[in-house]
């Protein structure tokens, strides 16, 4: 177990996540038990929105039911919480984050604002007003290609150029390979983040068509700062073979000084135009066990209830034809 329940990172006001790895987990009442070479620890995990599942982990199905009747997400993740397999949807998250995000994007005057926060988010200076999508694209990969050359200075590692391929990964450099590991281990973080969340991982605004089109825009806004310096050390520092693994070390340890996990969900929130306390990631107490709303024009409509009961389809018998049924029925 990497961490225990009386050291729970803040992420957001109310949202937080536990990394486990080797070990067992089963229900006990209302909450979940962590079982190592150490003994038990009770987690509580109405307070808890996300736990990761690192290697050597097994969890009962007991401890899942638990898990998701309190609105917490479970992902698989990679050692040390780096890359992210697979993660579970709470069923009674709230979806305040997704509608925000899902007509944002639906909105292309909406949709280019957000491009136009992240880039300010990611370089620290927003493109000018006037400036087209096209242009914004341009101004970022010069941004990016001074980062790549800014960081080769830095550690002597020569660099030609972003270019690898999956069907001949040895082919590429030990700085591209680097890059490649440290950047999937980035993917891994923001995707459990944004399963967590209740966000739509599909949804990009920047990258498109891909089912991760959302966690590659979040993740862009932290690789100058994070990825892109850990691959750049681990290249000029490994004497070994494998360069992916000493990429994925030097990840764990720049997302634990950048703070990473604490800024995501914020983050998120901010590209969109909310501040963070506007919406919890958190599933509210009150909506433990609220019905699901119905969708109107005019608003939601409260659900769980027969509208036939409301608005019949046909219309009502007269006072006659009802006292004829009588006196038949008699």
């Not at 007003?129 to 010069?142: F, N, S």
Request: glycine share 6%; net charge neutral; proline share 5%.
């Amino acid at each position: 177990m990497s961490t225990s329940r009386h050291a729970l990172p803040r992420i957001v006001d109310r949202w937080t996540f536990l990394y486990v790895e080797r070990a067992r987990i089963e229900r006990e009442q209302n909450a979940i038990v962590l079982w190592d070479e150490r003994g038990q620890t009770p987690v509580p995990v109405a307070a808890l929105s996300l736990l990761m599942l690192g290697p050597g982990t097994t969890v009962t199905q007991a401890a899942m039911v638990a898990l998701a009747d309190n609105g917490c997400v479970t992902a698989w993740c990679g050692e040390g919480a780096v890359r992210c397999y697979a993660t579970t949807v709470a069923p009674k998250q709230r979806m305040d984050n997704l509608a925000t995000q899902a007509r944002a994007w639906a909105d292309e005057e909406e949709r280019l604002c957000v491009v136009r926060r992240m880039y300010a988010m990611r370089f620290a200076t927003p493109p000018p007003p006037d400036a087209t999508l096209e242009q914004i694209r341009g101004l970022e990969g010069v941004r990016v290609r001074e980062c790549y050359r800014r960081q080769s200075q830095l550690t002597g590692v020569p660099w030609a150029g972003r270019a690898y391929k999956q069907s001949s990964w040895n082919a590429s450099d030990s700085v591209n390979r680097a890059l490649s590991a440290a950047n999937a281990c980035l993917y891994g973080v923001v995707a459990a983040a944004v399963a967590a969340a209740g966000f739509s991982p599909s949804l990009g605004f920047i990258h498109t068509g891909k089912a991760l089109s959302f966690v590659y825009d979040i993740a862009d806004l932290y690789k100058s700062e994070v990825t892109v310096p850990a691959a750049f050390r681990a290249a000029s520092e490994s004497r070994t073979k494998s360069i992916e693994t000493h990429a994925r070390r030097a990840c764990r340890e720049q997302f634990l000084a950048a703070r990473l996990m604490q800024r995501i969900v914020p983050d998120m929130q901010r590209a969109l135009g909310l501040q963070p306390v506007q919406v919890d990631a958190l599933t509210h107490p009150g909506d433990v066990d609220r019905v699901a709303a119905l969708w109107s024009p005019e608003g939601d409509v409260q659900g769980g209830r027969n509208f036939g009961d409301l608005a019949p389809l046909r219309k009502a018998p007269t006072a006659e034809l009802a006292a004829d049924d009588d006196e038949q029925a008699s």
